[in-house]
């Protein structure tokens, strides 16, 4: 009689197994199915392929070492959205794109770092965090706040946000940005506790070699690239047949599903009550957004013949600010619990409802 006779366990990731669903959007499309099925199917789709990056980057910056690999995850941290945002641009989304931005921003403020308090306090109560890093990350957010204001303010000064100065501002803006960005990398690459160290290096030793994620990082990008084409195709009959805007698409839809991986990470390492790693996939993916992905944007626009200025309207920068406020307020004792997360996640609720409300 045999005994102890055990079966092979198979590891189901339900993240992985909704890439069928990214076969499955192009083909309705190419169908020419239900416009609004279509770009359900295609959120959805970029989910598992967004994980796929997210998973191959943290691979090859763990084999690459601290300074590659720190290189590695600020270059690729936010690829999926910018691939998105770079269609829309492409195809003259520019409100689209814009929103994004700020959505991006805000849902790393408020939603990912709510939840992460919220399920982090649950599972862990009060939680500690080093207040010298959430000086520092405070420090760049008021600069991201500086940097998104000012062209705005100086658009509705001049009273034209299509004056050749706006552009210019913007350009100037985004070169300072972009600089700060460097030198914040440098700062952390150094090993002087910055605030944009590699998660994968807290991590251990990820799987896979340097073949298999370079192999599974391009399949992943080339999905989204095709992905992105077909979320932006139907974004105007999705508009014209759920009364949806363009600008709640792009403030709330595009951030969440572009940075659902970062997110699902966030919460993750909060519940296992590593909190300052939390903190680092949150908000650091927000400085990303706002001091490196939308200047790079500003600039790739030219080329597209749309040029992207930093002009966001004056609901945007108040929640942006708000945001911020709110986040310094909470990160300034260096410590968390539950409630603080659930106050950050009513306060994105409010804006989302406000941004579906928001005039077209």
Not at 205 to 229: C, D, M, N, Q, Y
Request: proline share 4%.
């Amino acid at each position: 009689m045999v005994k102890n006779l055990s079966l092979p366990k198979i590891r189901f990731n339900l993240l992985d197994a909704l890439l069928v669903v990214s076969f499955l959007a192009v083909a309705v499309w190419a169908l020419k199915g239900s416009a609004i099925l279509v770009f359900l199917l295609t959120c959805v789709g970029l989910i598992p392929l967004a994980k796929q990056m997210g998973t191959a980057t943290e691979t090859l910056a763990a084999r690459a070492g601290p300074r590659v690999g720190g290189l590695l995850n600020a270059t690729l941290g936010n690829a999926a959205e910018l691939i998105i945002t770079l269609v829309a641009i492409r195809e003259g989304y520019l409100e689209l794109a814009k929103a994004s931005i700020t959505g991006s921003i805000i849902g790393n403020l408020l939603l990912v770092l709510g939840l992460s308090l919220l399920v982090g306090g649950i599972r862990n109560g009060t939680q500690q965090f080093t207040r010298e890093a959430a000086g520092r990350y405070a420090t760049l957010l008021a600069l991201a706040v500086v940097a998104l204001s000012v062209p705005s303010l100086f658009a509705q000064t001049v009273g034209d946000p299509q004056d050749i100065h706006v552009e210019y501002l913007s350009l100037g803006v985004a070169a300072a940005m972009i600089v700060i960005y460097v030198l914040s990398l440098i700062y952390s690459l150094r090993g002087q506790n910055g605030v944009f160290a590699p998660p994968a290096a807290e991590n251990g030793h990820p799987r896979g070699g340097v073949g298999s994620a370079l192999l599974r990082l391009g399949l992943a990008t080339a999905g989204v690239v095709v992905l992105s084409e077909v979320l932006v195709a139907v974004v105007e009959p999705v508009i014209q047949a759920s009364g949806v805007s363009e600008f709640f698409l792009g403030i709330i839809i595009v951030p969440v599903i572009g940075n659902v991986a970062e997110h699902f990470v966030a919460v993750d390492v909060a519940a296992r009550n590593h909190l300052e790693l939390s903190l680092e996939v949150a908000l650091g993916s927000c400085l990303q957004i706002a001091l490196l992905v939308a200047p790079l944007l500003v600039f790739a626009s030219l080329g597209m013949g749309n040029p992207l200025t930093l002009v966001f309207n004056v609901f945007e920068v108040i929640a942006v600010v708000a945001g911020v406020g709110v986040v310094a307020l909470i990160a300034d004792d260096g410590q968390s619990n539950w409630l603080e997360g659930s106050v950050l996640l009513a306060v994105y609720a409010i804006l989302a409802w406000a941004f579906f409300l928001f005039p077209a």
